[in-house]
């Protein structure tokens, strides 16, 4: 049996190497708009699918065979460490992450367990070490930020705006800190479990700390996510950022210790570099171009290219995650262009 060739070309673009052809992989590339993930959704809870490690190392291992992209993203969603520390978190169709006892006090932050992920969560270890097996590219582990885990903690799930999140930030010092500990050293455990088990990148999503002014990201934030990128330099992996209209905070990002930063649609990679961002840059296609029409669409993702491709170091992804409307079709002819655009680069 002849041994498959490894595809390294998006751990070159992190590392800022020059490459082959633009490596490309989607935010949420396993989701509804495939058939097939249906299918198994329709037999297993979100959480389930966690839970079975063959089920989900099936759906990671999915859109990297379906579009021929180049990484695989592990299949869970960034509340899947917090239910084993205490947090009663649900998937609900529709809404997203409910939490039935959010934060409201330092007591309440108090009772968070530490996470242990042999014990708590061994099989997403067990996920990772089997697609390390299967797979011909590079796997991406991830975590959510502490910003975007306390948001969700504190207003109980989604929000528009983040006020309970940000007045518990103003008026309750101690245990806001309290909080960004704990839930950095979760990050930092989830993190490094995931890449001694096998993940050869990682990536931190930040959704929504563009919520944040950049003087509060200074003070609150900052340096909770320096703890978090430095205790993962020792791992040798790349470590990717991302967040979503926080284009006012990229330059903060740039004095991270981090090695990609991943762009949202809202902030073309020209402004970005223009600004004085000099790290890999990750993006941005707007997602909603997935339904447009294909001379759009191809325009649009022209125009990134030639943008990301001005210097060693870029990334294609959309600017969010991949919708239900889209269709793999589309993503199939997306990655193909990509990948037979300017080559050498």
């Known amino acids: 049996m002849t041994a498959k060739t490894f595809n390294d070309t998006f751990l070159k673009a992190c590392r800022g190497e020059a490459t082959e052809h633009v490596p490309v992989w989607y935010m949420r590339q396993a989701g509804r708009y495939q058939p097939e993930y249906r299918a198994i959704r329709a037999k297993h809870s979100f959480f389930e699918m966690n839970y079975i490690p063959e089920v989900c190392a099936e759906v990671t291992r999915l859109p990297v065979e379906q579009l ?104 309750e010092p101690v245990a806001w800190q309290a909080l960004m500990e704990k839930l950095g050293d979760m990050t930092i455990t989830y993190l490094k479990a995931q890449i001694k088990a096998g993940a050869q990148a990682v990536q931190v999503f930040d959704s929504w700390v563009g919520a944040l002014n950049d003087e509060d990201y200074r003070e609150y934030i900052t340096p909770v996510m320096t703890r978090i990128f430095n205790a993962l330099k020792d791992t040798g992996v790349p470590t990717i950022y991302f967040g979503i209209g926080a284009g006012h905070l990229l330059m903060d990002w740039n004095r991270l210790p981090v090695d990609v930063v991943g762009l949202d649609w809202r902030t073309s990679i020209t402004t970005a570099r223009e600004m004085g961002v000099t ?39 959309l600017g969010h995650g991949v919708f239900p409307d889209a269709k793999v079709e589309t993503l199939q002819q997306l990655t193909k262009f990509i990948h037979s655009y300017k080559r050498d680069v």
């Open 279 to 317: 790290k890999t840059l990750q993006g941005n296609l707007d997602p909603t171009l997935l339904l447009a029409p294909w001379e759009k669409l191809e325009a649009k993702a022209k125009e990134i290219l030639d943008e990301g491709t001005k210097q060693p170091g870029f990334i294609f992804n």
């Open 68 to 171: 021929g992209v180049d990484a695989a993203i592990l299949f869970a969603d960034i509340m899947t460490p917090l239910k084993p520390i205490g947090v009663d978190v649900n998937i609900e169709s529709g809404i997203g992450p409910v939490i039935a006892n959010p934060i409201e006090s330092l007591k309440d932050v108090e009772r968070l367990l530490e996470l242990d992920p042999e014990t708590h969560v061994p099989y997403i270890l067990e996920s990772i070490k089997i697609l390390r097996q299967q797979l011909s590219v590079p796997l991406i582990g991830f975590a959510g930020a502490p910003f975007t885990l306390a948001s969700y903690l504190i207003e109980g799930g989604p929000s528009k705006h983040y006020h309970k999140t940000k007045a518990f930030m103003y008026t």
